[in-house]
């Protein structure tokens, strides 16, 4: 597996909010559907997020897409420092405690569709997740009032981290039990 390494906050922060203003810019006079990508801005956002990575530091990939067409699709940075591996577009990253909000923002769409509720038993739709026989329900486990162990707390979490992982496996960490060795 590879190790890779945390991107700087203000990385993520500047890559997030060039996202939310690209998505605003949407409409005809930023360009429809169908038209050429806007090379303006897509230069802009490299001179803004460049300077956020070092080329022999802690790496990030970047993506800001305007109707499904990419603007911006790059890499930056180190994959692993130890190993001297540069990141890429296409490395799978382990981005952690940023897809919070977004996880939130699902559920909630599931939840205006009527396809789930913020009271249903988590079991409904994890079905052998260990509970050890509590109900938790959505809402406790989105407001993280569940009671679940924070897998960050534990003290083999590095090394838990630099391993792939069943989904499996991390049911059974997150409920409390032991992933398998």
Do not use: W
């Amino acid at each position: 597996m590879l190790a890779v390494t945390p991107v700087p906050r203000s990385a993520l922060v500047a890559a997030l909010v060039f996202a939310s203003l690209t998505a605003a810019c949407g409409g005809p006079e930023a360009g429809g559907a169908g038209d050429q990508p806007d090379v303006g801005l897509r230069s802009r956002l490299q001179t803004l997020v460049e300077p956020e990575f070092r080329p022999d530091g802690p790496g990030g990939v970047v993506l800001v897409a305007r109707d499904g067409e990419p603007l911006l699709r790059r890499a930056y940075g180190m994959a692993d420092l130890e190993l001297g591996v540069p990141m890429e577009p296409e490395h799978v990253l382990e981005i952690a405690s940023i897809t919070k909000q977004l996880t939130a923002v699902a559920i909630l769409q599931l939840v205006e569709q009527g396809r789930l509720t913020l009271e249903d038993d988590v079991r409904e739709h994890v079905p052998g997740f260990d509970t050890r026989g509590r109900t938790i329900t959505v809402e406790q486990v989105l407001t993280h009032t569940a009671g679940l162990p924070n897998l960050v707390d534990r003290p083999d979490f590095e090394e838990l981290a630099r391993r792939d992982h069943t989904v499996e496996e991390l049911l059974a960490l997150t409920a409390g039990g032991r992933a398998a060795t």
